[in-house]
């Protein structure tokens, strides 16, 4: 049971570079969502999905795109990368409806614009 | 979303109780109290959950306040495992969303 599966780990891009991060999960969970960690600082949403073919913005979503085609996979994408934009990147996922279940995380992207 | 404060670091010896304080004081009343606790390069992981009454399961103890002003994440004996950072995020409705703050560095001493 892999849970929520991140690639890739690790990644240096130069500025102006694009990527997309994958996640993967295989629960089934209709809700994924995208979080970037800076150093020192609590988990910020970027964006999230509450089903195949539908997303919505979080706190901070700009400089990022995302696409949930399959309900198992969420994408976010760099169009043009900044070092601002040089942190650790989470995915998660959970059922919908109910408090009664956490969020399950990934271990993590970690991201470097150079 | 309610305005949470936790302590910056707390510290422990092995197989000693910790207590875990979060204040809260702008909770709504439909709001749930999370516990999440992130362990050094990984992601968060769900710890505990509550409304109102105490709440326990194999990994902890959640003591809520009798007006959820406040809650305490209680670890029955700490273990080497258990250093992390803890985070206390007030959310309620279906569609929750967790709001991460700086949350407690907890430090276990062999």
């Known amino acids: 049971n892999a849970g929520v599966t991140q690639t890739p780990k690790f990644r240096v891009l130069k500025t102006g570079q694009s990527m997309t991060l994958l996640c993967a999960q295989d629960?089934?969970?209709?809700?994924m969502y995208w979080y970037r960690q800076d150093p020192g600082m609590g988990l910020r949403l970027i964006h999230y999905s509450v089903g195949e073919g539908t997303t919505a913005k979080g706190e901070v979503p700009d400089g990022y795109n995302v696409s949930r085609l399959k309900k198992q996979n969420f994408l976010l994408g760099l169009e043009s990368a900044a070092p601002s934009q040089t942190s650790v990147y989470f995915c998660?996922?959970?059922?919908?409806?109910?408090?009664?279940?956490?969020?399950?995380f990934g271990s993590g992207t970690r991201l470097t614009v150079v | 979303d309610a305005k949470t404060t936790q302590p910056n670091s707390m510290e422990s010896n092995e197989e000693e109780p910790v207590h875990l304080p979060c204040n809260h004081s702008t909770i709504s009343g439909t709001d749930y109290i999370h516990w999440y606790r992130q362990l050094p390069s990984q992601g968060p992981e769900y710890v505990i959950h509550?409304?109102?009454s105490n709440v326990n399961n194999r990994m902890a103890s959640l003591a809520i306040a009798e007006d959820r002003k406040s809650s305490t994440l209680i670890l029955h004996r700490a273990t080497l495992r258990d250093a992390a950072v803890y985070y206390c995020?007030?959310?309620?409705?279906?569609?929750?969303?967790?709001?991460f703050g700086k949350g407690t560095l907890l430090t276990v001493n062999p």
């Open positions: 995020i007030p959310s309620g409705g279906s569609n929750y969303k967790l709001t």
């Open positions: 629960m089934n969970h209709e809700y």
């Open positions: 998660a996922s959970r059922i919908p409806g109910t408090v009664n279940y956490g969020y399950t």
């Open positions: 509550g409304l109102t």
